[in-house]
Structures are given as structure tokens and as C-alpha cells.
């Protein structure tokens, strides 16, 4: 959820919302939109990112996991970068799959988190 106070009248689609109102941002919601992400838009599925993100929402502007505009992440492309170092490093070494026990429930506290956790199974690659 993103937060932005207006610095002045500002006009949103049909609404006028007045300097100083707090205007919030659900990631949530838009990144599971189905008119920006079409019908299995609450699926986990990867492979919409193989094109890119502008193919997978044909073109539309919802996916902002590290915000936009002037105050976006600055930490960001070191993130991307220690995520992809970390996972190659970890895939030399290791399979691995989600347990039976796991159950999905994700739910929200500031992020998104797996509320039971994420049991998986690791096997080390001989
Ligand atoms: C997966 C990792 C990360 C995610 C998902 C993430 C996400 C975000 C998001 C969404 C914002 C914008 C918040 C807003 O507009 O209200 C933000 C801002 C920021 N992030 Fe990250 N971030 C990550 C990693 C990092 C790292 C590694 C650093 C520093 C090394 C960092 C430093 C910052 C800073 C300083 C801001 C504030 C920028 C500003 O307000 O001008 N972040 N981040």
C-alpha cells in the first residue's frame, strides 16, 4: 500500500479530491486486477513475465513492486541483482518442492506473506 498526500487540488478519472487529502495505493488490488491482468490474474504464474511486463498487461500501467515516479526504490536494481545472485547460487546447489504440509494462504502485513509459512523440501544436487 502506498501513501501520497496531495499537494494540491488534484483531479483523479471523474473525482476532484482537495489539496491535503491522503490518497492510498492498494498494490494488492491492482497487481490481481483481471482488467489489467485478464482472467487469472489471482493465478501464480511466472511465465506472464516471459515477454516482459508491458506484454503481460498489454501495455497497461499496474505493476509497481518497488513504486514509481520520483520516489521509487532507489535500492532496486541491487535487489533484482541479489535476488537473481542469491537464487543461481542456491539452484548450483539445491532442487527443491513445495511440501505436501504446505497450505496456501497468503495474507497481508505490509507484504504479502504465507500465513502457515512455506514448507519446502530441499534435496542437495549430488
Ligand atoms: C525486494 C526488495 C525491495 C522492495 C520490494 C522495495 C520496495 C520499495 C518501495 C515499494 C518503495 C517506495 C515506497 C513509497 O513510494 O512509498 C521503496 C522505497 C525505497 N527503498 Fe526499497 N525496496 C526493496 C529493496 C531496497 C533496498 C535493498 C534498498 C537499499 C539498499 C532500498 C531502499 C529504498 C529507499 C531509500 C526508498 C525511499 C526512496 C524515496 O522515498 O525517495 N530498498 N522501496
Given amino acids: 500500500m502506498f501513501a501520497r498526500v496531495l499537494g494540491e487540488t488534484t483531479k483523479l478519472g471523474n473525482i476532484t479530491l482537495p489539496c491535503g487529502v491522503q490518497v492510498n495505493i492498494p498494490t494488492l488490488f491492482v497487481h ?4 489489467i491482468w485478464g482472467n487469472n490474474a ?4 511466472p ?6 511486463v508491458a506484454s503481460s498487461t498489454d501495455g497497461k ?18 535487489a533484482m541483482l541479489e535476488a537473481k545472485v542469491a537464487l543461481a547460487m542456491f539452484l548450483q546447489h ?8 504446505y497450505v496456501h494462504a497468503p495474507y497481508l502485513v505490509v ?3 504465507a500465513q502457515y509459512g512455506a514448507q519446502v523440501i ?3 544436487v549430488a
Fill in 122 to 124: 530441499l534435496r542437495k
Fill in 47 to 52: 511465465e506472464r513475465f516471459s515477454e516482459g
Fill in 32 to 35: 490481481r486486477d483481471q482488467e
Fill in 94 to 101: 539445491f532442487t527443491f518442492e513445495i511440501s505436501p504440509s
Fill in 42 to 45: 489471482n493465478e501464480f504464474n
Fill in 61 to 78: 500501467f499496474g505493476y509497481f513492486t518497488f513504486g514509481f515516479g520520483p520516489r521509487v526504490c532507489i535500492g532496486q536494481n541491487f
Fill in 111 to 113: 507484504t504479502l506473506q
